[in-house]
């Protein structure tokens, strides 16, 4: 059964500002050669702006909850929101007229890379941090039970 529930304003803005940048590169025979896309940041106004490798911006909004949000945690709730739209949007991401595999990085306001938010590649793969921690504590633990052996 589909999710039905509704989308939040935060969720809504976030959606409008990933179809925008869609929109930007339309599916194409050529496909444009491009690395990331850059999601940037500025919880003081609450912006968020998304910029090519060249620093070009491709679109902004305002997310309203993000206003003034200066708590510890604002990028890391916010790359889980930004996580949730772009895994949302998958199909529409996919069919993006740029050259595979790019990715979409979280960057803060002064364009630090923060995280890496999610890659489009022609298997399309989601890039979670989350799944990758303690991987090199999991493989050496198993490395040593083979050498035990």
């Known amino acids: 059964m589909p999710n039905t529930s509704p989308i939040s304003p935060v969720q809504a803005t976030i959606r409008r500002a990933l179809n925008k940048v869609a929109e930007k590169f339309p ?7 491009l690395t990331d896309l850059y999601i940037r940041l500025k919880p003081e106004g609450g912006e968020l702006l998304v910029f090519d490798d060249d620093d070009n911006e491709v679109t902004r909004c305002v997310v309203e909850d993000w206003i003034g949000d200066t708590s510890e945690d604002f990028y890391d709730r916010a790359a889980v929101l930004l996580r949730d739209e772009l895994a949302a949007m998958q199909k529409t991401l996919a069919g993006m007229g740029l050259l595979k595999p790019f990715s979409f990085v979280m960057q803060d306001e002064e364009g630090e890379n923060l995280a890496d938010l999610y890659l489009v590649d022609s298997d399309r793969i989601v890039l979670d941090s ?3 921690k303690g991987l090199d504590k999991d493989l050496d633990s198993f490395l040593r039970s083979l050498m035990e052996r």
């Open 130 to 132: 989350e799944l990758m």
């Open 27 to 33: 599916p194409a025979e050529e496909m444009l050669p």
